[in-house]
């Protein structure tokens, strides 16, 4: 299976300050279509995932343009350029390039 | 408005069967690859099986091989699991999940104790 690892585990930001996400994967996540399956996202407290980011840098629908993702490859990043309250939760990267699809364990994200 | 709604979890014995649905609306429910993906107590996202728009295809992760079967009703815009031999170990809540995560249900707890 494809490990995904992110880091750090935890993520202490202030408010308005930015925070950034690794993502690192044991193989390459390009496909044999050309694409690369690596999708982002985010579980706010007691709620069910929702996706932020699909193959790399798209932002689904009503994502806020603070979030953004970036990499290629093995090498993954997820960027959140001003820190708001509803921010608060664990995010996580998933490859979907190869099955089974894989999550990393999740980065949680709080306020100071 | 996009909607899954999960049911048929609960609590059952070591061994014991479950099967859950996942009600769709708000899409094109054939034209996409369906999925279930647990979360146990505090834990991470795992992802358990899934299936093709017309059925023809099939996977399940290693962990829930020849316990578990996934199935689809697309006349009805349905996503079933029946769970087999349940373990300890399968207790979770179970997400019911459309495409490569596009859209997400509430989930459903599954507890698996004696």
């Known amino acids: 299976d494809v490990v995904v690892t992110q880091s750090p585990l935890s993520l202490p930001v202030t408010l308005g300050q930015p925070a950034s996400i690794s993502c690192r994967s044991s193989?390459?996540?390009?496909?044999?279509?050309?694409?690369?399956?690596l999708n982002w996202f985010q579980q706010r407290p007691g709620q069910s995932p929702r996706r932020l980011i699909y193959?790399?840098?798209n932002r689904d629908s009503g994502v806020p343009d603070r979030f953004s993702g970036s990499g290629s490859g093995t090498d993954f990043t997820l960027k959140i350029s001003r820190v708001e309250a509803e921010d608060v939760g664990i995010y996580y990267c998933?490859?979907?390039?190869?099955?089974?699809?894989?999550f990393g364990q999740g980065t949680k994200v709080e306020i100071k | 408005e996009v909607q899954l709604v999960e049911s048929g979890g609960g609590l059952v014995q070591p061994g014991g069967s479950l099967r859950l649905s996942c009600a769709v609306s708000?899409?094109?429910?054939?034209?996409?690859?369906m999925h279930w993906v647990r979360q146990a107590p505090g834990q991470g996202l795992v992802w358990v099986s899934r299936?093709?728009?017309?059925?023809?295809?099939?996977n399940y992760a290693d962990s829930v091989k020849g316990r578990f079967t996934i199935s689809r009703d697309n006349a009805k815009n349905t996503l079933y699991l029946q769970m087999n031999s349940l373990r300890a170990e399968d207790t979770a809540v179970y997400y019911c999940?459309?495409?490569?995560?596009?859209?997400w249900g509430q989930g459903t707890l599954v507890t698996v104790s004696s």
């Open positions: 998933m490859q979907a390039t190869r099955w089974p699809q894989t």
């Open positions: 193959r790399i840098s």
């Open positions: 708000g899409f094109t429910f054939r034209s996409y690859w």
């Open positions: 999940v459309a495409g490569l995560g596009d859209f």
């Open positions: 299936i093709h728009t017309d059925g023809s295809l099939i």
């Open positions: 193989q390459s996540l390009v496909h044999s279509d050309g694409n690369t399956y």
